[in-house]
């Protein structure tokens, strides 16, 4: 039996402007497509093609022979696109522990709001019938005057009832102070 040997002859080129343009044409689709079996995503693959064409010009006179240039932008699309895919399990890693520390933080944010509405809302309805109205209504977001229109008395009278009203809750809520700032 006798084995046929081949003989590999290398193509020499020069990568002038004309050169470059011929392979860019020669292999850019098929560098996309090699690029997409990583990438599964068409305009990625195609920046990182681009992006290896751009190195492959910076670095041209380092090139004797097309089978050079053929293993460098196949080595460089592989290279791009796994750095890329590593680069993607980072920031969606990342993300997803951004998200969790929200959960959490949405957790104790609420549960804290909603504590200390209730502890706030408990003292209120410890004030007098009109306090408590015109605080109930202050909680609502409702301005002095607004507050005077609906339970029938002046804008002074909210003003001053409602600066006894604080008076008296934070008489009430000192004990809570350190409490809710620890919390908050």
Same mark, same amino acid.
């Given at each position: 039996?006798? /084995?046929?040997?081949?003989? $590999? ?19 850019? =689709? ?7 079996? &990583? ?19 910076? /670095? ?6 097309? *089978? ?5 932008? $196949? ?15 980072? =920031?969606?890693? &990342?993300?997803?522990? =951004? /998200? ?16 200390? &509405? ?28 607004? /507050?005077?229109? *609906? ?6 009278? =909210? *003003? ?5 009203? &604080?008076?008296?809750?934070?008489? *009430?809520?000192?004990?809570?102070? $350190? ?6």
């Amino acid at each position: 039996m006798v /084995i046929a040997e081949t003989s $590999y002859i290398p193509i020499s080129i020069k990568l002038n402007e004309q050169e470059f343009h011929n392979i860019f044409e020669r292999y850019y =689709v098929a560098l996309c497509l090699f690029a997409n079996q &990583y990438m599964e995503n068409d305009e990625a693959s195609a920046d990182i093609v681009q992006d290896s064409f751009a190195n492959l010009w910076q /670095i041209r006179d380092d090139f004797f022979y097309l *089978h050079q240039v053929k293993a460098f932008l $196949y080595t460089a699309v592989r290279n791009k696109a796994l750095n890329e895919l590593e680069h993607s399990k980072v =920031v969606w890693e &990342y993300a997803q522990k =951004v /998200i969790e520390k929200k959960k959490d933080s949405f957790f104790h944010d609420a549960v804290v709001e909603e504590e200390t &509405y209730r502890i706030v809302a408990d003292a209120i309805d410890m004030l007098p019938d009109q306090m408590r109205a015109i605080m109930k209504l202050a909680m609502e977001g409702k301005k002095n005057n607004e /507050i005077a229109a *609906h339970l029938n008395v002046s804008a002074e009278t =909210v *003003h001053t009832l409602k600066r006894i009203a &604080y008076k008296k809750l934070r008489e *009430h809520l000192k004990d809570y102070y $350190y409490f809710l700032f620890f919390f908050i």
